[in-house]
């Protein structure tokens, strides 16, 4: 959090609800890989066809453009930087492009459960240590996403005794935006907690989930910003930046549960 900045306390919460990807685990490194792997397959096999040079996906900007997108909006994206490739041609042939989005979107998730088995990733240990307070004091707890892996993730990374529920983009078929998409989500894990979202807060790493989660009226809205708010960033320009949350901090560590804040 930021220096000078009061301490974000959990007081009066019944759930708190963490998003699977940039809270609980580190699965950056493996999406973009996995986009990568999936792009560059149809960028090898276009210029192949087209006997030109294969310009291959780009770790660094390719995938900055995606930030914050959902799968299909990502597709979408990339798509529509290469549009100008005589290279490639256009990499959405089909109509108006929701079947090829579907098929690349299907290869990329066959690669990043791929790699989740053959890489793997690690669950951030503040965040492990946060959910097992939490429990110990009855608060339900839950993991969401609006890609489809979450409960892959939380498997995979010996998370699962520790949320209530884990509810991921599976229950947002047909929505488009990230927006959209994280509010369905967020919603389903209300129901299957049994909560509502004013007696709910929520940790999220993503500006769509944020302002979705506050669309929805959620008690306590927490912007997860490992980067910036680690970085001695006001938390005023930090807020001004995450419109929508409640409050900025670079790791779940600086959040204080109900028993913590009141112990002597």
Not at 181 to 194: C, D, I
């Amino acid at each position: 959090m930021a220096r000078g900045s009061a301490p974000v306390t959990l007081d009066g919460v019944s759930a708190v609800v963490v998003e699977v990807d940039g809270v609980a685990v580190d699965t950056g490194p493996l999406h973009a890989a996995a986009w990568k792997r999936t792009f560059d397959e149809v960028l090898r096999e276009r210029a192949r066809g087209r006997g030109g040079r294969f310009h291959p996906f780009d770790l660094r900007c390719d995938y900055r453009l995606m930030s914050g997108m959902s799968p299909p909006e990502a597709a979408r994206a990339f798509a529509a930087s290469r549009d100008g490739d005589p290279t490639t041609g256009p990499l959405l042939v089909a109509d108006d492009g929701d079947e090829d989005v579907a098929r690349l979107w299907d290869r990329k998730d066959r690669y990043y459960l791929d790699s989740l088995r053959t890489v793997g990733t690690a669950a951030w240990g503040p965040t492990v240590a946060l959910l097992s307070a939490l429990q110990a004091q009855g608060i339900a707890t839950a993991a969401v996403s609006c890609d489809r892996g979450a409960a892959a993730t939380v498997q995979a990374t010996g998370m699962t005794g520790l949320f209530d529920a884990v509810v991921d983009g599976r229950v947002a078929e047909g929505l488009m935006t990230a927006e959209e998409r994280h509010a369905a989500v967020l919603t389903e894990t209300g129901a299957r907690l049994g909560l509502g979202p004013r007696c709910t807060a929520v940790l999220l790493s993503s500006a769509p989930a944020v302002r979705a989660a506050r669309r929805l009226g959620f008690r306590l809205i927490v912007a997860v910003d490992r980067y910036a708010a680690g970085n001695g960033t006001p938390q005023s320009a930090l807020l001004a930046a995450w419109s929508g949350a409640d409050a900025v901090v670079s790791d779940p560590a600086e959040l204080t549960t109900p028993g913590a804040a009141h112990a002597p």
